[in-house]
């Protein structure tokens, strides 16, 4: 049976996601929750504030993904876990390219106004505004390019005292996520792995590779002509 393409759920993931990966001007996969100790403030500031250093840099990323959706059942400590891969393009500001290959083509591509998911299997493609209904305040600040850690969360930091320390990101306004983490090179700042979780306790992480960043990518690629024969579906705005 064919999988559906991503819908809203994913793409409150996709663009977290992306927030958190113009963050990482380098990426490798590496296994969460190993080595942790207390939180420690004094670190969580100083290795925060070099992320932020790294991601002042930033203006584009392109790169090999893997994704790992955990999803928990409700009333259930057990989750199902979803694997999929393909190739992302980031731009600030707000602009993006998800080109999945498996487990089934779609795609999603937003030019920092409009978002648009595209089943090619289904010629179906759903067109709607982005905006704030998807995300806090916090993380469209930071794909516009604008946004300061620091600011917009509270900051814990564990396994400090290592070669890398896992950054939890807890937004100070109501979001529609529970919160973000970041695996970093404690002496660069560098990211080495992100992932979001939802209200529900759900999970999804991004590992890169091939990654290149300020390369300059094609305009042409955060915009969406539908193909002749498909069905657009205009949606309204996420609610607030």
Not at 67 to 72: D, F, G, I, L, Y
Not at 95 to 115: E, I, K, N
Request: proline share 8%.
């Amino acid at each position: 049976m064919r999988r559906s393409p991503p819908r809203r759920s994913f793409v409150r993931s996709a663009l977290l996601l992306a927030t958190l990966l113009l963050l990482a001007p380098t990426a490798r996969s590496s296994p969460p929750g190993q080595g942790e100790a207390a939180p420690d403030a004094a670190c969580a500031d100083a290795v925060a504030r070099r992320v932020q250093q790294h991601y002042d840099g930033i203006r584009d990323l392109r790169a090999h993904f893997v994704q790992t959706s955990e999803r928990v059942a409700l009333g259930s400590s057990a989750a199902a876990s979803l694997q999929s891969r393909g190739e992302v393009v980031f731009a600030k500001p707000g602009r993006m390219r998800w080109s999945y290959q498996s487990p089934a083509p779609s795609l999603v591509v937003s030019d920092g106004r409009t978002l648009w998911i595209y089943d090619p299997q289904a010629h179906e493609v759903q067109q709607l505004p982005l905006g704030p209904g998807y995300l806090s305040g916090a993380a469209i600040q930071f794909l516009l390019g604008e946004g300061k850690l620091l600011d917009e969360f509270e900051v814990q930091a564990h396994g400090c005292g290592g070669d890398e320390v896992q950054l939890v990101l807890l937004p100070r306004r109501d979001a529609e996520y529970e919160r973000l983490e970041l695996r970093a090179d404690a002496r660069t700042g560098a990211v080495r792995e992100t992932a979001v979780v939802d209200l529900l306790g759900n999970r999804t992480t991004i590992a890169l590779s091939d990654l290149r960043a300020n390369s300059k990518p094609d305009p042409a690629l955060f915009r969406f002509d539908p193909p002749a024969g498909t069905r657009v579906l205009s949606l309204p705005p996420a609610p607030r």
